[in-house]
T-cell receptor
Framework: TQLLEQSPQFLSIQEGENLTVYCNSSSVFSSLQWYRQEPGEGPVLLVTVVTGGEVKKLKRLTFQFGDARKDSSLHITAAQTGDTGLYLCAGALGNEKLTFGTGTRLTIIP | NAGVTQTPKFQVLKTGQSMTLQCAQDMNHEYMSWYRQDPGMGLRLIHYSVGAGITDQGEVPNGYNVSRSTTEDFPLRLLSAAPSQTSVYFC????????????FGPGTRLTVT
């Protein structure tokens, strides 16, 4: 059973467009992380959110943690080709184990 | 700092062979873990360790062994490889406590024929 579902699984958009990807669960997480992974490399941490309703911005990327701490979203404004990659969310259930989502593979077309 | 290093980068095994995937980190992190990544499945936790001498099972531990004799090293052993173990394996480390933000190695792509 996958605790964290990400949608969409695949997304291909034109450079300059906006997009949102989602990470949903029926479980309550103590914190949630977003990672980006490029081909042939390991995931790299983008952000951690810990408080329900929290919003964090990283340049053109905006991350939001749901009020009930069961879901999160990642919004990218004016996408660039450098945003291409696999985006993974990961939730912590209050212990040292992280549960990763299924991933969203994003392709930005020049 | 080299961060998290993994060797080898690629490996092909025959069914029944054994091998050890190496992982080392130079950040003095207490927590280390092994994940496998398969298409459409995200990352699944195999084994983890919260410090030297302490290991525990993750979501998919069968067919894998680990040990943690030092803070720096956390090898993953496949005792008798099976085709179902064909995957990309990632080692990660983090500080113990807090939000366990993971630092990942570059991965090992393993094919079992």
């Amino acid at each position: 059973t996958q605790l964290l579902e990400q949608s969409p699984q695949f997304l291909s958009i034109q450079e300059g467009e906006n997009l949102t990807v989602y990470c949903n669960s029926s479980s309550v997480f103590s914190s949630l992380q977003w990672y980006r992974q490029e081909p042939g490399e390991g995931p790299v941490l983008l952000v951690t959110v810990v408080t329900g309703g929290e919003v964090k911005k990283l340049k053109r990327l905006t991350f939001q943690f749901g009020d009930a701490r069961k879901d999160s979203s990642l919004h990218i404004t004016a996408a660039q080709t450098g945003d291409t990659g696999l985006y993974l969310c990961a939730g912590a259930l209050g212990n040292e184990k992280l549960t990763f989502g299924t991933g969203t593979r994003l392709t930005i077309i020049p | 700092n080299a961060g998290v290093t993994q060797t080898p980068k690629f490996q092909v095994l025959k069914t029944g062979q054994s091998m050890t995937l190496q992982c080392a980190q130079d950040m003095n992190h207490e927590y280390m873990s092994w994940y496998r990544q398969d298409p459409g499945m995200g990352l699944r936790l195999i084994h983890y360790s919260v410090g030297a001498g302490i290991t525990d099972q993750g979501e998919v531990p069968n067919g894998y062994n680990v040990s943690r004799s030092t803070t720096e090293d956390f090898p993953l052993r496949l005792l008798s490889a099976a085709p179902s173990q064909t995957s990309v394996y990632f080692c990660a480390s983090s500080y113990k406590g807090g939000t366990y933000e993971q630092y990942f190695g570059p991965g090992t792509r393993l094919t079992v024929t």
